[in-house]
């Protein structure tokens, strides 16, 4: 009678154990899948992350173009007003104090004091 109880207890605990041991690999497998969920997600952020950062690089080389071009575009501006400036009927003591004013980027704009424009050839 003793073997019988220690045998019933045995496999109760073995049952019990095989209980445990399926609600843990339930648990393991949902652990699994959420991991793998969450390297999917990582994966698609750091994907595009660097999408950005491409983007980010590219837009600064064309704003440094465009600085660039901006700045060439606004001497040659000048220069053209400086050459219109002087082809309009004035002393040459005031054309060459506005060519000299435009140089250092000071003169007035000329395009709101002309009465009219020469064409630009």
């Known amino acids: 009678m003793c073997f019988d109880q220690q045998r019933s207890l045995l496999m109760s605990e073995l049952i019990a154990s095989r209980v445990r041991s399926t609600d843990d690999n339930a648990?393991?497998?949902t652990l699994r899948g959420r991991l793998?969920?969450?390297e999917t997600r990582l994966e698609r952020a750091r994907a595009r992350e660097a999408e950005l950062?491409?983007?980010l690089e590219e837009m600064k080389?064309?704003?440094s173009v465009?600085?660039?071009l901006e700045t060439y575009l606004k001497r040659r501006f000048r220069e053209r007003q400086a050459q219109i400036s002087c082809r309009i009927p004035l002393d040459i003591e005031?054309?060459?104090l506005l060519t000299?004013?435009?140089t250092r980027g000071t003169a007035p704009n000329l395009t709101r004091t002309l009465t009219?424009?020469?064409p630009i050839e």
């Open 116 to 118: 009219y424009q020469l």
């Open 100 to 102: 000299k004013m435009e």
């Open 66 to 68: 465009m600085e660039i």
């Open 53 to 55: 950062t491409r983007r």
């Open 61 to 63: 080389r064309f704003i």
């Open 36 to 38: 793998a969920e969450t």
């Open 27 to 29: 648990m393991v497998e």
């Open 94 to 96: 005031q054309c060459r």
